[in-house]
Nanobody
């Protein structure tokens, strides 16, 4: 079983930045497309971004396009979500997962793996 661990969440003021990391200490993520989801209280889970296994394809939800970037460093076995120009509506628990990643979005099945999540709070 692939174990994913998110880090980098926290409290930031509107307009600020955070970089989330998704890593696995036991399994290579090299061959896995990785995605980021978020869920705020009372809201459905939203697919935010994903990156293909070779890093050549990425996807961003309209709500974050132009503000978030995604990258992967296979030497560090880590996928990053750089979040800039953060807004209060970005407040949520952010999860990384193994996914299918296409130009039109990201998807997952019951066989995919998830991290435990990291809280991002954007507030003044």
């Amino acid at each position: 079983q692939v174990q994913l661990v998110e880090s980098g969440g926290g409290l930031v003021q509107p307009g600020g930045s955070l970089r989330l990391s998704c890593a696995s200490s036991r399994y290579s993520l090299t061959y896995w497309p990785i995605g980021w989801f978020r869920q705020a209280p009372g809201n459905e889970r939203e697919g935010v971004s994903c990156i293909s296994s070779d890093g050549g394809r990425t996807y961003f939800a309209d709500s974050v396009k132009g503000r978030f970037t995604i990258s992967r460093d296979d030497a560090k076995n880590t996928v990053y979500l750089q979040m800039n120009s953060l807004k209060p509506e970005d407040t949520a628990v952010y999860y990384c997962a193994t996914v299918s990643c296409g130009a039109s979005g990201l998807g997952y099945t019951a066989n995919d793996y998830w991290g435990q999540g990291t809280q991002v709070t954007v507030s003044s």
